[in-house]
Antibody, heavy 121, light 108 residues
Framework: EVQLVESGGALVQPGRSLRLSCAAS????????MTWVRQAPGEGLEWVSA????????YYEDSVKGRFTISRDNSKNTLYLQMNSLRVDDTAVYYC??????????????WGQGTLVTVSS | EIVMTQSPATLSVSPRERATLSCRASQSVSSNVAWYQQKFGQAPRLLIYDASTRATGIPPRFSGSGSGTEFTLTITSLQSEDFAVYYCQQYNDWPPHTFGQGTKLEIK
């Protein structure tokens, strides 16, 4: 059974940094592209970033470009999102998700349960 | 960036009736559209991909149609567990793979 378990969410002050993790199991992690999607409280879904199965290619939504870095450690079956210079409007539940294959430009079949990031002074 | 616009924002339908949800893309996305269901406090669940293909385990009362810029999710014979928020997403042009703002399907 495919499982994605996010962790690392916390309450942080504006301008600070945070790293989210997503532990994957039940599949060959190194063969799946991965994505981060976020959802602000009471709002809709927002695509944030994606990374190829090898980690060689990464893509970002404009509002996080230059502040967030997506990465993965295929030896540890773990996806990361390093978030720097956090802003109040980064407050959201962050989901890791996967299309269930190497095609990064595809629907998201597998989702984690999400981790809450709150940016507030 | 492609904008996905869903309508209506809220749809009130009685159980065992049919619901029709719409999603419009600001430019053609071919058939590269997915639909997700999200219940309160839960992660989204993939229902439909490639505009009309049901994901594994999704009952046949869920169907999708459309191509280009106009897409529809139809749910026939609504069950109590179907009342939720539904999102469309395009994955034709990126980044980003944009989502619609959601349609809340509520019990009438």
């Amino acid at each position: 059974e495919v499982q994605l378990v996010e962790s690392g969410g916390a309450l942080v002050q504006p301008g600070r940094s945070l790293r989210l993790s997503c532990a994957a199991s039940g599949f060959t992690f190194s063969t799946y592209a991965m994505t981060w999607v976020r959802q602000a409280p009471g709002e809709g879904l927002e695509w944030v970033s994606a990374i190829s199965s090898s980690g060689a290619s990464a893509y970002y939504e404009d509002s996080v470009k230059g502040r967030f870095t997506i990465s993965r450690d295929n030896s540890k079956n773990t996806l990361y999102l390093q978030m720097n210079s956090l802003r109040v409007d980064d407050t959201a539940v962050y989901y890791c998700a996967s299309p269930g294959g190497a095609n990064i430009r595809a629907r998201l079949f597998y989702w984690g349960q999400g981790t809450l990031v709150t940016v507030s002074s | 960036e492609i904008v996905m616009t869903q309508s209506p924002a809220t749809l009130s339908v009685s159980p065992r009736e049919r619901a029709t949800l719409s999603c419009r893309a600001s430019q053609s996305v071919s058939s590269n559209v997915a639909w997700y269901q999200q219940k309160f406090g839960q992660a989204p669940r993939l229902l439909i991909y490639d505009a009309s293909t049901r994901a594994t385990g999704i009952p046949p009362r869920f169907s999708g149609s459309g191509s280009g810029t106009e897409f529809t999710l139809t749910i026939t014979s609504l069950q109590s567990e179907d009342f939720a928020v539904y999102y469309c997403q395009q994955y034709n042009d990126w980044p980003p793979h944009t989502f619609g703002q959601g349609t809340k399907l509520e019990i009438k």
